[in-house]
């Protein structure tokens, strides 16, 4: 009995080991598919691994790209982007900002640009804004340009050379020196400026004359033609104390009213000349002396004469200016 329970024994764990691999071998291959879905079995079992996002999809540009060297500081390079997607042209959403680019370069604002053949092209220009002190190569940036209803157009970088302005080290060998002697300046001929000038001299000097003759030919005419102006030229060369002195100024008077004026009509003689009511005093005074020196028969006393004829031919003057 010990011996058949035993081979049954042995029988039993032999048919449950089968069972047992044939099970292992069924879930192995069920585990297979979900593996390939989880990328290969990185993962923990149980846990579903996530698929990568799609990229977006872009559409390289035709670019005109600027030289790539001999450039140095203060030039600008400008790269043009044709504005077409598929033979189609595009229009772009928000063109590259104007900004500093690293080191060496500057952007600035975008503008559009259209060829003989109609073509719409997006010009991009870059300032370089240092000087190296060697040989230095850098790169435009690269760019995604978004349009509006298409692909965005890519701008790979695109490599240059920047210089230095000057060398470091002077070679100092015929012109190549530290310093150049100062550049002569050439004469610049003075011949037409001297001629205008001489031209304007002259023409000056032709309104000065000018102005004279009119202003004595003017004075000659008012010492002929106004009565106290001519009274005046008479004061002049003579004697205040002489009776010719007095007899010209009443001259004068009578002259300008248009009869003889004496004493007692003075106030309507200064109505009638409004312009001389200033010297009432004076002339007053004038006709008072005079009637004491040829009516009174004595000795009159001084009396500025010469003034009140001054004063007069001003008066006079600036009536009819």
């Known amino acids: 009995m010990s011996r058949g329970v035993c081979v049954r024994g042995r029988g039993a764990t ?26 290969g079995g990185a993962g923990e079992p149980g846990v579903a691994a996530s698929a990568p996002a799609p990229k977006a999809e872009v559409t390289l ?4 790209q600027p030289r790539a060297f001999g450039h140095v500081l203060g030039d600008v390079l400008t790269q043009r982007v044709l504005l077409q997607h598929a033979g189609r042209p595009v229009d772009v959403i928000t063109p590259p900002a104007a900004d500093r680019v690293g080191l060496w370069l500057e952007r600035r604002p975008a503008r559009a640009e259209t060829d003989d053949q109609g073509r719409r ?9 240092n000087a190296p002190r060697a040989l230095t190569t850098l790169s435009l940036p690269a760019l995604t340009i978004a349009t509006r209803g298409g692909t965005p157009l890519a701008l790979p970088a695109w490599p240059i050379s920047v210089g230095p302005l000057t060398p470091s080290e002077v070679v ?14 050439d004469a610049v001929s003075t011949v037409a400026i001297e001629h205008r000038f001489r031209g304007a ?22 010492s002929r033609r106004l009565p106290f102006a001519r009274a005046w030229r008479e004061l002049r060369h003579v004697d205040a104390a002489r009776p010719e002195a007095w007899l010209s100024l009443h001259r004068a008077v009578n002259a300008s009213a248009g009869r003889v004026v004496h004493g007692a009509s003075l106030s309507r003689w200064l109505d009638e000349q409004p312009h001389l009511r200033p010297l009432q005093a004076q002339l007053e005074g ?20 010469h003034e009140l004829g001054r004063a007069l031919r001003d008066a006079e003057r600036r009536q009819h200016r």
């Open 121 to 129: 092209w997006l010009a991009l220009d870059y300032q370089v804004v």
């Open 14 to 39: 032999r048919l449950w080991g089968r069972r047992v691999a044939v099970l292992a071998l069924a879930l192995g291959s069920t585990a297979l598919p979900w593996q390939a879905a989880a990328g």
């Open 286 to 305: 004038f006709y008072r002396h005079s009637s004491e020196r040829f009516f009174a028969g004595g000795a009159a006393a001084a009396y500025p004469l």
């Open 61 to 64: 540009a035709t670019v005109e």
């Open 201 to 222: 001299l002259v023409a000056l000097g032709g309104v000065l004359l000018a102005w004279l003759a009119w202003w004595g030919g003017r004075n000659w005419r008012e």
């Open 172 to 185: 100092g060998q015929g012109a190549l020196q530290p310093l150049r002697p100062d550049r002569p300046v």
